[in-house]
């Protein structure tokens, strides 16, 4: 059983950039066709997918995003992270990290998820 979780600072001055790790267990990030993605529910919105790393080091970002997000990932620790710079209070979410097998299939495995505050 796959399973992902999230890790980071839950305060994020303006201006600065979040930093989040997603590990995983139960597989590797490796395998084939899987893709790694993050996504984010600001308060009282909907789900936004930010961006995703595929199985072979791909990277996928949200056009509206793609300034200032980077995905990486550390394959001897099975993670994945997210950097995301020049944060605002609109950076305000619940941060998730989560996977789908196939670029464009469903995310069928979540963790649990973060909340990031970005406030002075």
């Known amino acids: 059983q796959v399973q992902l979780q999230e890790s980071g600072p839950g305060l994020v001055k303006p201006s600065q950039t979040l930093s989040l790790t997603c590990t995983v267990s139960g597989g590797s990030i490796t395998t084939s066709y899987y893709y790694w993605s993050w996504i984010r529910q600001p308060p009282g919105k909907g789900l936004e997918w930010m961006g995703t790393i595929a199985y072979e080091g791909s990277n996928y970002y949200s056009p509206s995003l793609k300034s200032r997000t980077s995905i990486s990932w550390d394959t001897s620790k099975n993670q994945f992270s997210l950097q995301l710079s020049s944060v605002t209070p609109e950076d305000t979410a619940v941060y998730y990290c989560?996977?789908?097998?196939?670029?464009?299939?469903?995310?069928?495995?979540w963790g649990q998820g973060t909340q990031v505050t970005v406030s002075s």
């Open positions: 989560a996977r789908k097998t196939g670029r464009f299939g469903a995310d069928d495995y």
